[in-house]
Structures are given as structure tokens and as C-alpha cells.
């Protein structure tokens, strides 16, 4: 994973890519994840085809933050 620091309890807007080499996904353009929810600072995001973890390559905080239901 990239150097990355999310705050823990946080929603991002992120892009993921696959690193696995196996995968149809890898080498793929990025994929758009709208909200992805940091739990305790250590987020993951799992391919839907490999159920392997996806690299984030990129994060920005959501402003104003998602309301939880």
C-alpha cells in the first residue's frame, strides 16, 4: 500500500487498482471508490474478482463527512 495516512473513524473518496498479477483486474485503469470508511485508520479495499487487496493510489477526505444512518 502507499504511504497513506487516513484518520480513523473517517470517510474517503479513493481510487483503487489491482496488484494482483493473476487477476483480469490488474493492469486495468483505477477503480472509483465514493466512500471508503477508514475504520481505524487502516483501510482496505478487496477486488471483487480475486478477493485479493487492491492498492489505494490515491485519498481525499470527504467534506462535509457522511452522516451514519
Known sequence: MSDLVFEPGKYYAAVVQCITETCENYGQPPFDVPELYS????????????QQSMEIVSAILIDPQPEMA
Open 39 to 50: 475504520n481505524a485508520g487502516t483501510p482496505s479495499v478487496q477486488c471483487g474478482l480475486c
